[in-house]
């Protein structure tokens, strides 16, 4: 058990829909990470967060967005949803630089979003 | 800039054979190195990583990696794997950019382990 809880597991939606993704990270880490991961495009960073800042921006569609909260929980919404949206989707936390190890990421489960 | 490079997309090897999995990276800065495993149908966990010290760094389920600094290299290795083994691996570097840590992901590389 890494720490990081991601709701829902699985998610069945269809196209034109939009849905929310949510993260909650490991007991005091402060930044957040959203990746993609699908067949044909493998591991995609998204967009990533720190104390609530957007720090740094991957390969995130504009219709795609995503914050972090004051408790530090993050959602990642996902809208106008194509069927090419679907993909595993990972959140995963870091403690906060300077901290020793602070590039190493602990990942959730996923969410598994099928679009239809 | 940072980048990450894992030259193989996939690895076939017999079980019981030993195994390497490359891995090259490019940084203007200090680094650390990571080794993630993913499972079929799990999330990423952490099989070893490199933060300083001895070159030579183990991981869990009999992994190891060498941090080579002049040829930018962090190879993974095992020597003898098993039908467990298979699963993707992702090579990972973290460096401080612009007051924070930014982690870059290699593309993975999918280890399939023959009976």
């Known amino acids: 058990d890494s720490g990081v809880t991601q709701t829902p597991k699985h998610l069945i939606t269809a196209t034109g829909q939009r849905v929310t993704l949510r993260c909650s990270p490991r007991?005091?880490?402060?930044?957040v990470y959203w990746y993609q991961q699908s067949l044909d495009q493998g591991l995609q960073f998204l967009i990533q967060?720190?104390?609530?800042?957007?720090?740094a921006k991957g390969n995130i569609l504009e219709r795609f967005s995503a914050q972090q909260f004051p408790d530090l929980h993050s959602e990642l919404n996902l809208s106008s949803l194509e069927l090419g949206d679907s993909a595993l989707y990972f959140c995963?936390?870091?403690?906060?630089?300077?901290?020793?190890?602070?590039?190493?990421?602990?990942f959730g489960e996923g969410s598994r979003l099928t679009v239809l | 800039a940072q980048s990450v490079t894992q030259l193989d997309s996939q690895v076939p090897v017999f079980e019981e054979a030993p195994v390497e999995l490359r891995c090259n990276y490019s940084?203007?800065?200090?680094?650390?190195l990571f080794w993630y495993v993913q499972y079929p149908n799990q999330g990423l966990q952490l099989l070893l990583k490199?933060?300083?010290?001895?070159?030579l760094v183990k991981g869990i389920n009999g992994f190891e990696a060498e941090f080579n600094k002049s040829q930018t290299s962090f190879h993974l290795r095992k020597p003898s794997v098993h039908i467990s083994d298979t699963a993707e691996y992702f090579c990972?570097?973290?460096?401080?950019?612009?007051?924070?840590?930014?982690?870059?992901f290699g593309t993975g590389t999918k280890l399939q382990v023959i009976p």
């Open positions: 995963a936390s870091s403690v906060a630089y300077p901290n020793p190890g602070s590039g190493e990421l602990f």
């Open positions: 490199y933060l300083s010290g001895s070159t």
């Open positions: 940084s203007s800065v200090s680094v650390y």
């Open positions: 990972a570097v973290s460096a401080v950019s612009g007051g924070y840590q930014k982690v870059t």
């Open positions: 967060y720190y104390n609530g800042e957007e720090r």
């Open positions: 007991s005091g880490d402060l930044s």
